[in-house]
């Protein structure tokens, strides 16, 4: 029903992570993005921006033609009001879990990007990026453990499409010299996740 374009990056992983989680049938097709695949023109053409995840949907609700989209956050929601699950019907628990969608497709995953960049591909150091990156990683954790120490879930009492875009990037903590012990509600919710059949499926898709 579903082909995901896929790479087993964070952003790749929120797609994978919703479709076991939601068991929708999906095909994976892996973009490698090593040997630039992500700027083949058939890719293009589902893709435009050249970034992965891109999604064609071969049955929408619509009963039109296959629906081509790309951006995570997109994604996460279309399937999400597609499959009726993981994003709540009722208007506030709804709107707070996009709110920290949106917070996360804006903030925590470029941010948390950009420390990978310079800490990690960077051809030379750049001492300034690193620590202003740095910086601004260590405020985001600091704006997810008081919001997850007052909630069980980012959007409320539910595990939400919110949980599902954060936790690949948290998961990519040791990456970003980040020691989830100083932030105690970070490590407890991304631990709950962690051990969720779903989470634990969709990561051993990502090693196939």
Known sequence: MIDLYYAPTPNGHKVTLFLEEAQLAYRLIR????KGDQFRPEFLSISPNNKIPAIV??????????????????????????????LSGELRERHVTLQWLF???????????QNHHFNHFAPQPVPYAIERYQVETLRLYNVLNKRLERSPWLGGEHYSIADIACWPWINAHQRQRIDLDNFPAVKNWFERISQRPATVLAMQKAQA
């Open 103 to 113: 917070w996360q497709v804006g903030g925590l995953g470029p941010m948390l990007g």
């Open 31 to 34: 973009v490698d993005i090593s």
């Open 57 to 86: 949907d071969h049955v929408p609700a619509d009963g039109g033609a296959p629906l081509a989209l790309f951006e995570s956050g997109e994604i996460l929601l279309y399937l999400a009001e597609k499959s009726g699950k993981l």
